[in-house]
């Protein structure tokens, strides 16, 4: 929570501009290269897109991702959707990535090793049951952890009716412990925003397809993609304002901006939001 607030308070010039009617390119791009995926779990958020030949043109990826470049994008995190290894072509990816220079993550099931998994700054494993964890995602960790060089590696683990009080004894960089959503599982109902949050100019999120969203939080609902093309082409305008005012039951996704404690980020002038 901490690291999301400082992330937040470090953006406060971005958010000046938000304040003012503007929006500014966004820092970080989300990129889901598969909608594919090797695993069915209770909860999934994704689960009802997932398709057999959901991947991303490694072409479509190089445009967007050099203009994204071109006009200030910092970083990237391949994300899902389905599960981000399963594309044929993340090797080539996360290369492009490191040669521009950009900042990369990965948030992964942990089922795949790759060698070029490496070549992020950070790598994610989720896991569902913390409870019973598959030998192959346990040794996969156990290969990061050994081959690694400079990536991080880290571990979220979901807290649930199964498994209401998370253990991990292997070793990780860092543990993440969040809640189950959208499941009979579930230890919390899922909170429904009506509103969308005041950051959503600062989040950009592409599908495997190609189609910009304005938010990882909401590309699986109706009537919210921007468009396809360059995102310096369509970012801020007409079609991107249309699709945040069709954002419809904010937060079902389990955004984490609405776990920020607000009453901590005054003094950065946040009160707007």
Known sequence: MVELELKIAYRHKEIEIIKSGGFPFPRSLTVYPSEVCNLSCDGCNSEGIHRKDGFMDFEVFKKIIKDFNIYGGQAVAFEGGGEPMLNPKIDKMLGLCKYLGLKTGIITNGTIYRPEMLLADWVRVSIHNPNLIPEIITDNLERLMKTRINTKIGVKLLRSKICPEPKFYFEA????????????????????HISPCGLTPLRAVVDYDGTFYPC??????????????????IWGQEAHKKAIKNIKN?????????EIDWDKLKKADLEFI
């Open 216 to 233: 990882p939080y909401f590309y699986a609902q109706e009537n919210t993609a921007i468009g396809r093309g360059l995102l310096s082409e």
């Open 173 to 192: 960089d860092y543990i993440q412990i969040k809640d189950l959503r959208n499941c009979p599982d579930s230890l919390k109902d899922n909170p429904k």
């Open 250 to 258: 904010c937060n079902e996704y389990d955004c984490p901006f609405l």
